[in-house]
């Protein structure tokens, strides 16, 4: 199975990046794509530009074989919607498992996602448990009665459609309160590599 797990990663951080790590190994993924997207729907743009989140990406990555820097919505123009990627990974992929990487915040509001239903014929989902993440309701929730399973094993035997809620380690860290750090010239060491802080200071990109 592929995972793929996208952001907006403005910046990566270690939120971002201890969960991509532990989904990888609890269900032995053969890569992990981390996908920045250039133009995030549903939110403000980014801060940073998409060349300067994807630089941060690929620091953070070095050294790293199983989680995989994928730049295709970069390369896309318009508004980064998953759909879409997720059409292409399973152009490229053939009837392999693909397994779409979701914060528990992120799978609440699926079903303002565009085209959110054909999501679960592209792709598995896989839902972490994020901190100050509440229970879905509404359609997510009965998504997630319908095709949620428990035994992780059941996501190797067809390419898409279940939804499996994974633990990882709850780190409470934000792209939003590092940028605010920097803002106010305070100090984001130990919540991203160092490699990005220092990026980040040296091109300025939250002053
Ligand atoms: N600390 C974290 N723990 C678990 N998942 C996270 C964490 N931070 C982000 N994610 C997940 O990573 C994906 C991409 O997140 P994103 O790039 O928007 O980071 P963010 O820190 O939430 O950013 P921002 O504060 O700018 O909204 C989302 O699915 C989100 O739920
Ligand atoms: O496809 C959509 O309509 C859609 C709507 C909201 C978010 N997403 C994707 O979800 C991922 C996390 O989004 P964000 O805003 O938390 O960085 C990122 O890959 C976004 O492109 C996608």
Redesign the pocket.
């Known amino acids: 199975m592929i995972g793929v797990?996208?952001?907006?990663?403005?910046p990566?951080?270690?939120?971002?990046l201890?969960?991509a790590l532990e989904v990888q190994e609890q269900l032995d993924l053969e890569a992990m794509l981390m996908l920045p997207a250039r133009e995030?729907p549903h939110?403000d743009p980014?801060q940073a530009s998409p060349e300067a989140r994807r630089d941060m990406l690929a620091l953070a990555l070095q050294g790293q074989d199983r989680l995989v820097l994928d730049g295709r919505e970069l390369e896309r123009p318009g508004p980064s919607y998953m759909v879409d990627t997720l059409e292409s990974l399973r152009a490229e992929h053939g009837d392999c498992p693909l397994g779409l990487?979701?914060?528990?915040?992120?799978f609440g509001g699926l079903d303002g996602w565009d085209r959110w239903e054909r999501l679960t014929e592209l792709a598995h989902l896989l839902v972490?448990?994020?901190?100050g993440?509440g229970r879905p309701a509404g359609a997510p929730a009965r998504l997630l009665t319908e095709r949620g399973v428990d035994d992780a094993a059941r996501l190797k035997s067809r390419p898409a459609g279940l939804i499996y809620q994974i633990e990882?380690t709850?780190?409470?860290?934000?792209?939003?309160?590092?940028?605010a750090q920097q803002a106010a010239g305070r100090s984001s060491r130990y919540l991203l590599p160092d490699a990005v802080l220092e990026y980040l200071q040296a091109n300025r990109l939250y002053c």
């Not at 797990?5 to 403005?10: I, V």
């Not at 990487?101 to 992120?106: I, S, T, Y």
């Open positions: 797990y996208g952001g907006t990663f403005d990566v951080h270690y939120g971002h201890r969960t995030p939110r980014p990487v979701l914060g528990e915040d992120a972490m448990a994020r901190p993440g990882v709850s780190l409470a860290i934000s792209a939003t309160a590092i940028r």
